[in-house]
């Protein structure tokens, strides 16, 4: 096999091995709680083939490459799992925002979905997890650090530079001579520093002893110009409220609209 980036080959490959044992202990974990843990599609090609892709689509018909789902009996997607891994923080934001866009979009069609995880490796960047963690994103690491320790553990130097083409070419090829069982010992490893708090989290989003309430009610009005707002309710009778108002044109009104000159907002951690 021919390659051109060294440094890129080797990544895909260690995100490989962390995906391959992830989906391992989901489909354990799926299998105790009577659901399905999928990679796949389960609707069948023109040509009666399973589509070999988890495509899943928003209600436009826009269709998303998933890494993993969590179905219950009747394939209703319950949760939408990503697993990444990146080495450098300047590819971060394109991820991160891909992530983000995909879920939102699908959970809006499949409202069975309870919850969307993503086991991130490598280096993420505050901006990239806080985007993610506003889009109701939970997050799992596994630190750049941790991964340059077992590449060490077998003899392989990980911590080196961008441009230091020599040394992933040497990382590259060590890597490729490992056994297929070293290689999946790696990606177990990983996986092992998130699974206790995966697990846990796991088991609180498919507790089904959990009575089901109204969190918030979220209203969006959408103006004949194209102006949009959102608004965000604790109760239901709040919400009914607002709706009934004799002119909801008014909200339109832009004295109240943010500049370009207002600072973005803060939040506390």
Not at 14 to 24: D, T, V
Not at 87 to 97: F, G, I, P, Q, V
Request: charged fraction near 25%; include cysteine; aromatic fraction near 10%.
């Amino acid at each position: 096999m021919s390659v051109e980036n060294f440094a890129s080959a080797i990544g895909e490959a260690i995100g490989a091995s962390m995906e391959k044992a992830l989906e391992e202990k989901l489909i354990e974990i799926a299998d105790l709680y009577g659901c399905h843990y999928l990679t796949s599609g389960v609707r069948n090609t023109k040509s009666g083939t399973k589509v070999k892709k988890l495509l899943m689509s928003d209600n436009y018909g826009n269709e998303y490459d998933i890494d993993g789902v969590f179905a219950n009996e009747n394939m209703q997607p319950l949760i939408l799992f990503e697993s990444k891994y990146i080495r450098y923080k300047k590819h971060n934001r394109d991820k991160a925002s891909w992530i983000c866009n995909a879920h939102s979009a699908v959970r809006r069609r499949y409202h069975s979905i309870r919850s969307s995880i993503a086991v991130l490796a490598g280096n993420w960047s505050g901006s990239s997890q806080a985007m993610m963690k506003s889009n109701d994103i939970n997050l799992f690491f596994v630190p750049f650090e941790l991964i340059c320790a077992l590449l060490l553990e077998v003899g392989i130097e990980f911590y080196w530079g961008e441009k230091e083409k020599i040394k992933a070419k040497d990382a590259w090829y060590k890597y490729n001579n490992l056994t297929f069982e070293q290689k999946t010992l790696i990606g177990r490893k990983m996986v092992s520093l998130i699974e206790v708090q995966l697990i846990s989290l796991i088991e609180n989003i498919l507790d089904e002893s959990i009575e089901r309430q109204v969190k918030k009610i979220v209203v969006e009005i959408v103006s004949s110009l194209g102006e949009v707002k959102v608004f965000e309710f604790n109760t239901i009778d709040n919400a009914l409220e607002f709706l009934g108002q004799d002119d909801l044109k008014n909200v339109f009104l832009i004295t109240d609209s943010l500049s370009l000159f207002d600072p973005p907002p803060i939040f506390d951690e």
